[in-house]
């Protein structure tokens, strides 16, 4: 059960996410198309109060998507898998004829790996506290984009749940 996991926010609308599952260590240039961050806390979050029993997480690059899936595996272990795919799938682009576009591409396995999910949590607690003492709201929002508040709901649920 060796994994780490590390989300620093760069420049504007970027984000680089350092993944290590076991020995493979993988790096990713993530961009504000969609909100990871909350993902992340949403998710565990679903998971921990058993509202769901998996939940995905995009990161979107420029090409293509990484997608890592969280399963419950039992009351205190999840599996985490990272899947890539060349092209963005999470878009439902159209074309000027009304046809979904990339329907046909698919997720290409990477690696897996099993962990506590009090362990993960932390993790993903760590680097949103990391972000929120670095930046605060309002420059997680100027550093990020726009769009994106930072999850503050989802970051409190998930710091009740670790008692801290």
Do not use: H
């Not at 419950?72 to 799938?89: G, P, S, V």
């Not at 990477?110 to 420059?139: D, H, R, V, W």
């Not at 999850?151 to 670790?162: A, G, I, N, Q, V």
């Amino acid at each position: 059960m060796n994994f780490d996991f590390k989300y620093k926010l760069l420049g504007y609308g970027w984000a680089k996410v350092y993944l290590q599952f076991e020995n493979k260590k993988i790096q990713i240039d993530a961009s504000y198309f969609n909100n990871p961050p909350f993902e992340l806390l949403n998710g565990i979050n679903n998971i921990i109060s058993k509202k769901a029993n998996s939940s995905d997480v995009i990161f979107i690059c420029e090409p293509g998507e990484y997608k890592l899936t969280l399963t419950k595996l039992n009351d205190r272990e999840i599996l985490l898998k990272l899947f890539l795919a060349d092209e963005w799938i999470s878009f439902n682009f159209i074309d000027e004829n009304g046809n979904e576009v990339n329907k046909n591409i698919n997720y290409v396995f990477i690696t897996e790996t099993i962990i506590y999910i009090a362990s993960f949590a932390k993790l993903i607690f760590s680097n949103m506290q990391n972000i929120l003492k670095s930046y605060g709201e309002k420059g997680y929002k100027e550093k990020w984009d726009e769009r994106y508040s930072f999850p503050r709901k989802e970051y409190r649920k998930l710091k009740k749940y670790l008692k801290i």
